[in-house]
């Protein structure tokens, strides 16, 4: 088990740092050429970077056709290779650099991976473009037809002698860690139907990497984005892809110095086109999560077997690549809401689709039953506006009346009169069939049939006093829609789910479907956010439901003279649902990274504090309000990371083991006992808060003690 000297390196956590460089090029010039990639090597060494890729033939430039058989130019980009190679003694980097090549009065266009001083391999280009204004064939040899465990000898000028891999096969790993499996391609070889970096992926390579000249013409520039983001997609991988820019020859092309990073199908970092300036474009590549994701993908490693002539053939050269690598902060974007799109027009995309797919879930078990009327609950809180949202749109699709969506407020003990009046005004401004059942003479005598306090006139507030509430709430729900011949739909969030908080059985659990069941707390709030905002409602609805985004998040089962008697403020009569069970934004980035990716805890702390250590860095949506854009020190992420670890493997799965049909809206996935999350109900969390405490340090450096989180959270059955 780790401790918590590293914690604050990435290596710690799985991430190496890459860029993607564009030089600027001297045509038929390698030693200028050569000059200015060491200048950019040397600044991605200084930036931590433990890999950085440059363009196809970068050393000669590209576009100097017959000048490639020019004996004085051959024997310049020797040298320059050469000067390239001694200098990079002093960097902790694996460079990779195009050049021309010669082997045994063959010319190959090459891509050399130098590291430490050492030349570790030559790469050919496999697929040599002859359409349109390409003519490498003219000048180039396939590297496709280099035999397997092929070495050349590298002479240098000083007369020694080098053995150096030479071949498509060539596989280039870092001994000290894990996943630092690197495989190089060059331009065409990634636009023909099977790109040797598939193979490549198949055979273990997590860092695909590609060098390219790549002129530009109208509309390339997005096929570049296709084609690197889906092979990084199709190759669980990340894909470095850089393109020649400044200075290439403009006689019959010209260039705009494309640079991107891509992992998994999702852009990382790209360079500015066009740019009259050289670049370098870093980013920090989850090698860890590439991994997980291979792990949990059985079709991965099903294709590798089906291609096990081909994979194997691939052999690994390997090196210790050493020290410690950079530190934090990240280099990459990270979501402080990773159910929630930054980007305003993804946002409002996925947002849209979202609705749909709850609705169409709820459409066609309404038409598979024939039943045409639903039963909800609608408390004032921001499940149940939410589902009650989709019961409408759902009626609409089906050509049904809003009316056959009957909606009860049941106000008990706690309720307090601003989410009551919540509720009442929503649902008349639906035009739904709206009513209100007060639920406290039923719950009274099922108080006085336990032989409860609180019947007794006692201020006892236990876990029985509030499920008798929550459980009521259901118990008249489903003979509600038993007498009307309706259908119960569900509440109760994602978010809820992972954390139990939720009343088993005859409670907030069950309905008869759930629509928001794989839906989180914060997609929640920007799916209603998002609604208002673009008016699907109209101006009365959307007041009431800003009113319902406003309030804070409680159950309502505890009365406001017990909230007194715990000391809280005049102003804060309420029971705090996140001041028990911890932020939801918080919660949902761990319920996120656990159960999406299996992460550590303190990978998972780690991530966090990154995402949420300052309120000021890095971009927030801009429908969050500014009074909820806080921040968490790594005290504070740990407290709560502890409670949702405790309450998430040890005292919930039994709840959703029994958790009715809901459709699965994001691919951050659900936690459904027949989908995403297969779990037993009696096991233990002691790995994971073990790996906690042992993992992640008491404060930050410098600091003392967080703000802290409430410990000893409550247990139990509570919703």
Known sequence: MSGTDDFWTLRRHGFVRVATAVPAVRVANPKANGEATASLARRAAEQGAELVIFPELGLSAYAIDDLLQQRALLDAVGVALERLVDESAAWPTVVVVGLPWEVDTRLYNCAAVIFRGKLLGLVPKSYLPGYREFYEPRHFTSGAAVGARKQVRWRRGDGSVHDVPFGTDLLFSARDVEGFILHVEICEDLWVPLPPSTLAALAGARLLTNLSASNITIGKADYRHLLAASQSGRAVAAYLYTAAGDGESTTDLAWDGHA??????????????????????????????????????????????????????????????????????????????????????????????????????????????????????????LDSTQALLVCVRTMEALGLPRENVLAYSMPGFATGDHTRNNALALMEVLGVSGSEIDIRPACRQMLEDLDHPFARGEKVYDITFENVQA???????????????????????????????????????????????????????HLIRWTVAEGHWGDEAGEVLTS???????????????????????????????????????????????????????????????????????????????????????????????????????????????????????????????????????????????????????????????????????????S
Not at 340 to 345: C, F, G, L, T
Not at 352 to 371: F, S
Not at 474 to 494: E, M
Not at 673 to 698: F, I, M, Y
């Open 260 to 381: 991107l990073i891509y992992e998994n199908g999702e852009l990382l970092a790209e360079s500015k086109r066009f740019a009259d300036e050289e670049q370098l474009v870093v980013a920090d590549i989850d090698l860890q999560r590439l991994g997980q994701d291979r792990l949990r993908m059985n079709s991965f490693h099903a294709c590798a077997e089906a291609h096990g002539d081909a994979v194997e053939r691939f052999r690994r050269v390997e090196f210790m690549l050493g020290d410690e690598g950079p530190l934090a902060p990240l280099e990459r974007p990270l979501e402080r809401f990773p159910f929630v799109p930054r980007d305003a027009a993804l946002r409002s995309a996925r947002c849209a689709e979202a609705y749909q797919i709850q609705v169409h879930g709820l459409e066609q078990r309404l038409r598979a039953t024939g039943i045409k009327k639903v039963v909800i609950g609608i408390s004032g809180g």
């Open 471 to 525: 459980g009521q709430r259901t118990a008249h729900l489903f003979r509600l829609a038993n007498h009307h011949g309706a259908l119960v739909v569900g509440t109760g969030d994602l978010s809820e789910l992972a954390l139990g908080w939720c009343t088993y059985g005859v409670g907030d659990q069950m309905s008869h479907y759930g629509v928001n069941a794989s839906v989180p707390k914060t997609l929640i709030q």
């Open 548 to 718: 319902i985004l406003e309030t804070e998040i409680t159950p309502e089962l505890i009365p406001a003279d017990a909230m007194e008697a715990r000391g809280d403020t005049d102003e804060k009569l309420i029971q705090s649902t996140e001041e028990v069970i911890g932020p939801y934004a918080l919660q949902d980035f761990h319920l996120y990274f656990l159960s999406r990716y299996g992460f550590t805890p303190s990978k998972v702390a780690f991530l966090a504090h990154q995402a949420w250590g300052d309120a000021e860095a890095g971009e927030w949506p801009e429908d969050v309000p500014q009074e909820d854009r806080r921040a968490y020190d790594l005290a504070t992420i740990k407290a709560w990371l502890r409670v949702f670890l405790d309450r998430f493997f040890r005292t919930s799965q039994f709840k959703r083991t029994a958790s009715p049909n809901a459709p699965k809206v994001g691919s951050g996935g659900s936690l459904s006992p027949r989908g995403d999350w297969r779990a037993p109900s009696d096991a233990s969390s002691a790995p994971w808060l073990e790996e906690l405490e042992h993992g992640v340090p008491k404060t930050e450096p410098g600091d003392g003690a967080g703000d802290g989180a409430k410990e000893g959270a409550r247990e139990g059955d509570s």
